[in-house]
């Protein structure tokens, strides 16, 4: 991968809609061109999709934060099932330490994540954060030869 393939990353991060001509003429090249690159891009696993980001909190989600959970080590894979199956999860990490998964939740309010958290207790202790503000949820990936992104 070079810079103009980190350009384009850096640009479909910020709009994935944004048109191949658009993308071409910022880094240089043609549609066509451009095309190909997401496609190599996507061929390496570099891209695994594309996706929107949507407000929660404008669907009647008013409360959304972070659980850390530390799982019986004998209930992981139904964890993991539970967690697919609930909609007001809407990511679930796996990690390593005490605290092995990190969820991310999105309720109504907080009767709702009483039943959330009183569901999660059957698989182990957690610890709950409720999120004030995202202050942002991407960062631009900084192209190689540097060490930090610009902005």
Known sequence: MDRTDYQILNLLQ????TTLKAIGDK?????PAVSERIRRMEDKGVIKSFSINVDR???DCNLTGFILVAIFPDKYNQFCQFCK???AITS?????????ALLR???RDTH???HLLTAI???GDSQTSVELEACFERKEIPLPGTTESKK
Do not use: C, E
Not at 14 to 17: N, P, T
Not at 27 to 31: D, E
Not at 92 to 98: A, E, F, S, T, Y
């Open 14 to 17: 910020q709009d994935s809609r």
């Open 27 to 31: 880094v240089g090249l043609t549609a």
């Open 57 to 59: 909190t404008l669907l």
């Open 85 to 87: 199956d609930n909609s």
């Open 92 to 100: 679930h990490h796996h990690l390593v330490g005490k605290l092995n």
């Open 105 to 107: 939740f999105a309720v």
């Open 112 to 114: 709702q994540l009483d």
């Open 121 to 123: 207790k059957q698989y």
